[in-house]
């Protein structure tokens, strides 16, 4: 049993909480995968902006988002099926996830943006093949 939101705790995360349950509600698996692709560039991209402007709790809290996404998106990979592709993504998303706690030690944006940038090629190959 889920336990209930506490409306006036937290308005911004009550409000990301109920934003990602419509979204994902209705999703099937290629939509959520693509939203997860999303939601983690944009947690690299906040990440970023929050190690330029010194703000070490949004910081943390993208960097745990993005880290927690790429774990999901390894972790339910099908090997059986997916074959070369599926282990060729999960040595991908945990390399990704590498470079992400490596750069969560220092001051430089960049990392980030450069995991960001190879995300957005890669959902745009899964975007590209859904289509197909």
Known sequence: MHAPLRLGANPA???RTIDAVGR????????????????CIAALR?????T???????????????TAILFALESNLD?????????TLATLYHGLRTQIVQASIGGDP???RAVAD?????????SQ????
Request: hydrophobic residues 45%; without cysteine.
């Open 13 to 15: 995360a009550t409000y």
């Open 24 to 39: 994902t509600a209705a999703a099937d698996p290629h939509q959520l995968i693509e939203l997860m692709y999303k939601e």
């Open 46 to 50: 906040a990440a970023a902006f929050a």
């Open 52 to 66: 330029e402007k010194k703000q070490a709790t949004v910081k943390s809290e993208r960097i745990a988002r993005a």
């Open 79 to 87: 090997f059986e099926r997916g074959g070369e592709v599926s282990r």
């Open 110 to 112: 960049t990392p980030f």
């Open 118 to 126: 190879d995300l957005e090629e890669i959902a745009g190959a899964w």
């Open 129 to 132: 093949a859904r289509a197909a």
